[in-house]
Structures are given as structure tokens and as C-alpha cells.
């Protein structure tokens, strides 16, 4: 009998065939777990319905937002809180320092449900909720589920802007300051210049401004306008000390720039109006200071510690005296003028970052405005200013504002720290520097103008231009705010 052979069948493999993958497989064990933990019938998070609402300050008439947000966060069905404890908000921060992302918890004041809207839980956070922020609620939170729910919270403000809210920026390196913001910063720098000469002083003048044209921060044309400047023989007269002329020529493309003309201005009477720029003479232990004769004339006496120092930061002084150009002063122009000295200061970093490093003893004293300014902002919120910023909040109540974290000086805002400089001033016989309001000048209104990109032909030294300065400025950005705190060596948490 023949022998029958078996015939093996070889079925050709095809996809349909072959046990189905996804794409993702990280994505879709992360899709499973999510199904898994959700208990048949339970109520879920409906994510795209989370929807965020500012929260307006209570403590302030000014309609300035507070740093907090309402979380309004809807479920598939009605839901009763229960621990709310078990609700956890967090978003990522940078680290200005390192660039890096950071964690941030963000507080929970409260949650509450209104019972005409049984599927939603409104939450009060303690600071504003960044877009993409990581929303918990844990087993207890809600009465009768036993599993987390979580969600992605889609919409918010920015990473920058939530770094911004969780301020004040903390310094790394006191050497940056000086010991009026912090007593145990170590010693300063003391600068080592040569003796500036005509030749030296336009040489680093022309290399300063050329960087500018670089940066399309000036154009060619008003480098070369400059540099004639710097040669004129009225300016030369004015001011006679090559390093002071670099000082005020360095104002150009500045918010300051206006000053470089009102210092070559005439009074009406033909005469000029500053009779002098200069150094103080020898033995003369006056700090600098500028006079204002009846008859309008005007001169500067710089003290003859700063001979040493660069010309960028006396630039910073003239941005402030400049602006002085009457016989009476007041707590609020002392304050304008130290924010308009203060923003030139960041103009100046932003085209030499290495200036900060030099840590001279009048740059820490500018570095304490500058941290001072970081750390403030109510009106432009969460956007850098000059009056009390809103702060985190963990508990029943805002904790008081601190722009010199870590110090023992509890200042609230850079505006603060004036008036109390200018009080003490006042109150020990300096300058005599009252609580008062003062006219404005040209000079002002067209720098506010060249700061706030608005018109500002009728601004006094007074609280509204203060306000108008914490409401829009637009020299120092969120992301500038950002490289001055890492060029600062700040950081956060």
C-alpha cells in the first residue's frame, strides 16, 4: 500500500494576521492606565472644558490683577468634594540661573462647588496657572471615588510669566550688590582705570556705540552724529572731562538720549543752559549733585570717587541729574529719576553684559535698583514695575512683598525703598528732599515717552507718572527680566 505523506500548510504571514501594535506604545500603555483607573461610571475631568479667570486685588482700587486665578474645572457628572487637601496643582518654572524647567507647586486656597452647577469644582489658587499645568485630584478628594483623576490644565499664562509670579528672585552672588541691600555682601571691586584721556575715552566711546550699530540699536548715521558730538567744542566747554563727555554721549539710542540735547540747549536769553559738567575740585568730599540757579542755569558736580569708574555708569547718573532743572525736589522725582537711571542700566547690560561682572562700588549701588525693580510690579502684573508686586499665597492671607530676599531690610518695592532713602535724607539735613509732588520739564515728558510708547506732554513728578511707569513700561520685558536675572545670578524657589 503507498504511504500517504502529510502535507504541512504554511499560511503567509500579512497584517492581518499579526497581533496589533500601536504607533505609540508608550502612549497607549499611558491610554490604558487612564481607563484602568477610572471606575466604571465614576465622573471624569472634561478637559477641554477647564477654563481659567483672573482674580482682581481687594486690597487696591486700581483694578491691578492679584496672583491668583479661578480654576474652573468640569466633571462628567455631579460630584461633592470631599479632602480637598487631595487636589494638587503644579506647573514648570525656569530656573533664570540654569535656563532649566523647575516644578513649582501652586497653593490651593480652595474649592467649592455651586449647586446649581453640580458637575463643577471651581478652585482659588494661591498664583496664576501656567498653560499646561498638572491638575490632581486624588483618591478622597471627591465623596465616593476611590481613584485620581488627573488632567492637563490647556490654557495659561506663559512659562516666563509663571516664573515672573512666583518672585522675588533670589541672589546666588552678593558680590553683585553692595551692603545697603545686604550688610554681609564682601567688598567691592575697586575699579582700575588709567587716567582717562581724550584719545582712551573716544576710543572706548566709538567701540561702545559701534556694538549698538551691531545690534541695530542705533544706526550708522547717529554713530557718527555722536562721535561728532563728543568732539564739539560747546560740549567740550560744558563738559570738560573726556570721560564725563563719554558718560553723557553714551545716552544715545537710550531712553535717556533726549538729555544729550538739553545739556547743548540755550536758555532764553542766548546764554547755555549748563554752565558746567565736572568733577568735583580736589578735597571736596560733596557727593554728586546738581544746582539749579534762579536764573535757570544748571551745573553738575560729580563726586571724585567716581573718577575711576566706566563711563557707562556715570551715564547712569546723568540720566538721573539730567532731569533735575528747577530749584525745588520731592520724593517723586527722586524716584522717577532713579527708574529712568535704573532702565538706561539695563540698556547698557543688554549691550555689554560684562559691565555687571565688574562689580565697582557705584554699580552694586545700581545692582540694588536693579534687583529692587526685578522684584516689584502690581500694575503690569506678572510683568516687572516699580510698586509692590503681588506675592504667592499659601495660607489666609498674601504674605508682605520682599525685593531683598534673604536681607534684614524688609523693603516692599523699589518705590518704597526710595521714599525711605529720600526720608532719611530729608530727616538728617541732605539735599532737603520732602514728600511732595514737583513739575515736570521737556526732558521728563520725552523720555516717559521714549519708556511707555505714550504721549506724556503734561507729566509732573508725581504719583500718576509713577503709575504710568508701572503700567507700561516697555523697556524691561518678561524675557528681559529673565536675562537680567541670570546676568545677576539670580534664581528662584
Not at 301 to 314: K, M, W
Not at 320 to 346: A, K, R
Not at 478 to 485: I, Y
Request: glycine share 8%; aromatic share 6%; hydrophobic share 35%.
Amino acid at each position: 500500500m503507498r504511504r500517504l505523506r502529510r502535507r504541512r500548510f504554511h499560511v503567509k504571514k500579512s497584517p492581518t494576521n499579526r497581533r496589533w501594535q500601536p504607533r505609540n506604545p508608550s502612549a497607549w500603555g499611558l491610554e490604558s492606565r487612564c481607563l484602568l483607573s477610572a471606575s466604571p461610571g465614576a465622573p471624569q475631568i472634561q478637559p477641554g472644558g477647564i477654563a481659567l479667570q483672573s482674580v482682581l486685588r481687594t486690597d487696591q482700587s486700581d483694578g491691578a490683577v492679584d496672583n491668583k486665578n479661578l480654576l474652573v474645572v468640569p466633571f462628567s457628572k455631579p460630584v461633592t468634594l470631599g479632602n480637598i487637601s487631595e487636589i494638587a496643582l503644579s506647573g514648570q518654572a525656569i530656573d533664570p540661573l540654569t535656563g532649566h524647567h523647575v516644578p513649582e507647586t501652586i497653593p490651593i486656597l480652595s474649592a467649592t462647588i455651586d449647586p446649581s452647577h453640580p458637575k463643577t469644582v471651581t478652585i482659588l489658587t494661591g498664583e496664576i496657572v501656567p498653560k499646561e499645568a498638572h491638575l490632581t485630584f486624588g483618591a478622597g478628594s471627591l465623596t465616593g471615588v476611590a481613584k485620581s483623576e488627573t488632567a492637563t490644565v490647556p490654557r495659561g499664562v506663559s512659562a516666563v510669566e509663571f516664573t515672573l509670579a512666583g518672585r522675588p528672585f533670589k541672589p546666588t552672588d552678593l558680590g553683585y550688590f553692595s551692603s545697603n541691600a545686604y550688610p554681609s555682601s564682601p567688598p567691592a571691586t575697586e575699579p582700575s582705570i588709567p587716567a582717562p584721556d581724550e584719545s582712551m575715552m573716544r576710543r572706548q566711546l566709538t567701540r561702545f556705540l559701534s556694538r549698538e550699530v551691531t545690534m541695530h540699536v542705533i544706526t550708522t548715521a547717529q554713530l557718527t552724529t555722536a562721535l561728532k558730538q563728543f568732539r564739539d567744542p560747546t560740549l567740550t566747554a560744558i563738559v570738560p572731562s573726556p570721560l564725563l563727555r563719554a558718560a553723557l554721549i553714551s545716552l544715545t539710542g537710550t531712553v535717556a538720549a533726549p538729555a544729550i540735547q538739553d545739556v547743548l540747549s540755550d536758555l532764553p536769553d542766548g546764554t547755555h543752559r549748563y554752565t558746567s559738567i565736572d568733577f568735583r575740585a580736589p578735597g571736596d568730599t560733596r557727593p554728586t549733585y546738581t544746582t539749579v540757579n534762579n536764573d535757570g542755569h544748571i551745573a553738575i558736580g560729580f563726586e571724585r570717587d567716581n573718577t575711576a569708574e566706566p563711563f557707562q555708569v556715570l551715564g547712569v547718573i546723568l540720566a538721573h541729574e539730567t532731569l533735575h532743572q528747577d530749584t525745588v525736589n520731592g520724593w517723586y522725582e527722586e524716584n522717577i529719576n532713579n527708574i529712568v537711571m535704573t532702565l538706561v542700566q539695563t540698556q547698557f547690560y543688554h549691550v555689554d553684559p560684562g559691565l555687571a561682572a565688574l562689580k565697582t562700588p557705584q554699580l552694586r549701588v545700581y545692582n540694588d535698583q536693579l534687583l529692587g525693580m526685578l522684584n516689584s510690579g502690581r500694575l503690569n502684573f506678572p510683568g516687572v514695575g516699580f510698586f509692590a508686586a503681588p506675592q504667592v499665597q499659601t495660607g489666609s492671607s498674601s504674605p508682605r512683598p520682599v525685593i531683598y530676599p534673604g536681607s534684614p531690610y524688609a523693603f516692599t518695592s523699589v518705590i518704597q525703598f526710595g521714599n525711605v532713602i529720600s526720608k532719611v535724607l530729608n530727616d538728617f539735613g541732605f539735599f532737603g528732599i520732602p514728600d511732595r509732588a514737583t513739575p515736570g520739564n521737556p526732558t521728563l515728558q520725552a523720555e516717559l515717552s521714549r519708556i511707555t510708547h505714550t504721549r506724556a506732554r503734561s507729566a509732573n513728578f508725581d504719583q500718576g507718572t509713577e503709575r504710568l511707569l508701572d503700567e507700561k513700561q516697555k523697556i524691561v520685558d518678561e524675557h528681559t527680566a529673565m536675562q537680567l536675572a541670570k546676568l545677576l545670578k539670580l534664581t528662584i524657589g
